[in-house]
């Protein structure tokens, strides 16, 4: 009886989704149905459309950081602060944490690839910083399991900070004014690259997104969001198919898929997660990124090369999927991509488009003002 139960639900969902009714056709009339069923607890509204074997999760509501200006007094997120910002970790002297992730830009630098050492350009787009305590896997490919151990991929890479664990921990130990911020963090001065990573993460897990209109609405506020901004909600749970790699708190499956943008054989060539795990079913596929605060985050994608949210949406609405190989062309050359059986053609009309745009730049609601703290010099 209960399973007859649940086919119905999801059968009326499907139906009622697709705006055919039994009584009437009136678009407008549709709509406000449409819209009236999202104004109400998380758990009546309609089924998203997903995938068999996708473990999607609910949308979930952001809270506020009450505990994030007592956080920022703790000794060891003022050491991790300083050592963010301090550009004395390059080796130029130059270059800090937060030239590719400023707090006033999103954690991010708004460049299509970031700009380290010696101007050298870097290959992919600086991830946003927001809510990476969260993250199960860090960078594009994956290829740290901690803030910990992410820490060293820039400061090592030769075209960003360019120092080794080394000399940043000789650099750092002849510092008085370290000495002290290291004793209070840890009971001892003696600088140790340990530390320094540590002191770094624990800062970096403060810094988490802010609740956004789309948040307010989650809560039951049911004005936060427009009527248009409704309809796109609706949209991405459903005809635009989001709900199958962008669900939950953080709005990613923090999971990696091909969507047809590896340019293989190409300018901007990058086989992505394959880096990491050389497994060539891995080839193309990145790092699903979280959608809060993307207004914030721009430009977009691993390599930076887009900066418009109509152009993305219509990238999935028509798919990249023929580009595809062949079984005789995938035998032959075993790195070819292939993309994720995930991405199919959507047929979004004008209006859904336009809805979906407007639900997505609903869901930026963070503003960072964080000033530079006064650096050890001696």
Not at 201 to 223: C, H, M, V, W
Not at 241 to 258: A, I, P, Q, S, V
Not at 300 to 309: A, F, K, S, V, Y
Not at 333 to 346: E, F, G, K, S, Y
Request: glycine share 6%.
């Amino acid at each position: 009886m209960k399973n007859n139960k649940t086919f119905l639900l999801k059968i009326a969902a499907i139906i009622f989704s697709l705006g055919i009714f039994l009584n009437h056709t009136d678009p407008e009339e549709d709509l406000k149905n449409i819209i009236n069923s999202y104004k109400k607890p998380l758990e009546n509204w309609p089924s998203p459309f997903v995938d068999k074997g996708i473990p999607w999760q609910e949308f979930e509501p952001l809270e506020v950081d009450s505990l994030y200006y007592e956080t920022q007094e703790k000794p060891e997120v003022i050491l991790g602060k300083m050592l963010f910002f301090d550009p004395k970790l390059s080796s130029s002297n130059q270059i800090s944490c937060s030239n590719c992730h400023d707090p006033e830009l999103g954690w991010t630098d708004h460049r299509t690839v970031s700009i380290g050492h010696d101007h050298q350009q870097g290959k992919r787009n600086a991830p946003s910083l927001y809510n990476a305590a969260f993250r199960d896997k860090l960078f594009w490919d994956g290829r740290a399991s901690s803030l910990e151990e992410q820490i060293a991929g820039p400061l090592e890479a030769h075209n960003e900070m360019n120092i080794s664990k080394k000399e940043v921990v000789e650099k750092l130990s002849k510092i008085n004014g370290y000495k002290k911020l290291f004793q209070d963090a840890y009971g001892s001065e003696k600088v140790t690259y340990d530390k320094i990573a540590k002191a770094i993460a624990t800062f970096e897990r403060t810094i988490k997104s802010q609740p956004s209109r789309f948040d307010k609405f989650l809560k039951g506020n049911y004005s936060s969001l427009t009527d248009k901004e409704i309809f796109g909600m609706h949209i991405y749970r459903t005809k635009a198919r989001c709900m199958n790699c962008h669900y939950g708190k953080y709005l990613t499956d923090e999971k990696f898929h091909n969507i047809g943008l590896t340019y293989y054989k190409r300018e901007y060539e990058d086989l992505g997660l394959y880096d990491t795990t050389k497994n060539p079913l891995d080839v193309g596929k990145f790092k699903t990124p979280s959608l809060r605060d993307l207004l914030l985050t721009r430009p977009w994608m691993h390599n930076g090369l887009m900066d418009d949210l109509t152009g993305i949406i219509n990238i999935y609405n028509i798919t990249l999927r023929i580009n595809n190989p062949s079984k005789e062309q995938k035998l032959k050359d075993p790195l070819h991509p292939v993309v994720d059986t995930l991405i199919v053609p959507l047929s979004l009309k004008i209006n859904e488009i336009d809805a979906l745009k407007s639900f997505l730049e609903a869901l930026s609601g963070s503003r960072y003002k964080m000033s530079r703290p006064d650096f050890p010099k001696n």
